[in-house]
């Protein structure tokens, strides 16, 4: 897998200040995609052990509140296997962080399914997952964390416990403590 970019202290993708980590690789092609060179799988520089240690130090101030996973396409089949070995190094060193994914699949159709790969290792990680592609006639700057009203914060321990989706609300994240 290779990445486009690492942000250190993000305050845009996720509540809190965050590490963010954009993949390369998408093969959705939103028109009006908000980063359209990582479509390209070979786009950036390669995702290597000392990258994966370089975001776990990132991660170590208390002020950071978790990890962001964006793209590209953090669920594509071929970046899976990389983003679930930094997942699970993160959850074993420092459980208390929260990472949230943002992706151009459907959490119930695509990837609780099956459809894309086995992703229940890589579902046990998330927080949150913001899911469904941009899609440019439903975009709305108001939204916060997501570009379009398709798009849905979801729960994602929640939807797991309950069989179903269930939305991640502000208010409902800030009480139950997910960061
Ligand atoms: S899923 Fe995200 S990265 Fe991929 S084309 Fe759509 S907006 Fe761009």
Redesign the pocket.
């Known amino acids: 897998m290779n990445y486009a970019t690492i942000k250190n202290c993000d305050i845009a993708n996720g509540p809190g200040v965050r590490v963010s980590l954009f993949v390369s690789g ?1 093969t ?3 028109p009006g ?4 060179v ?2 390209d799988f070979d786009y950036g520089e390669p995702f290597t052990e000392a990258v994966m240690d370089s975001i776990l130090e990132m991660l170590r101030p208390d002020y950071i509140r978790g990890l962001t996973l ?4 953090p669920f594509e089949p071929q970046n899976q296997g990389p983003v679930v070995e930094l997942l699970r190094r993160i959850k074993e060193e420092m459980p208390e962080k929260s990472i949230w994914a ?3 699949y459907l959490f119930d159709q695509d990837i609780l399914s099956g459809r894309i790969g086995d992703c229940r290792e890589y579902l046990s990680y998330l927080d949150v997952l913001v899911d469904g ?2 899609v440019l006639a439903k975009k709305n700057l108001s939204l916060r964390f997501r ?1 379009s009203e398709n798009q849905r914060l979801i729960d994602v321990p929640a939807s797991l416990a309950a069989g179903e989706v269930v939305l991640w609300e502000d208010w409902q994240g800030e009480k139950k403590g997910i960061k």
């Open positions: 998408c959705h092609r939103c995609c908000f980063n359209e990582a479509w964006l793209g590209g396409e943002f992706s151009g592609p941009f570009g």
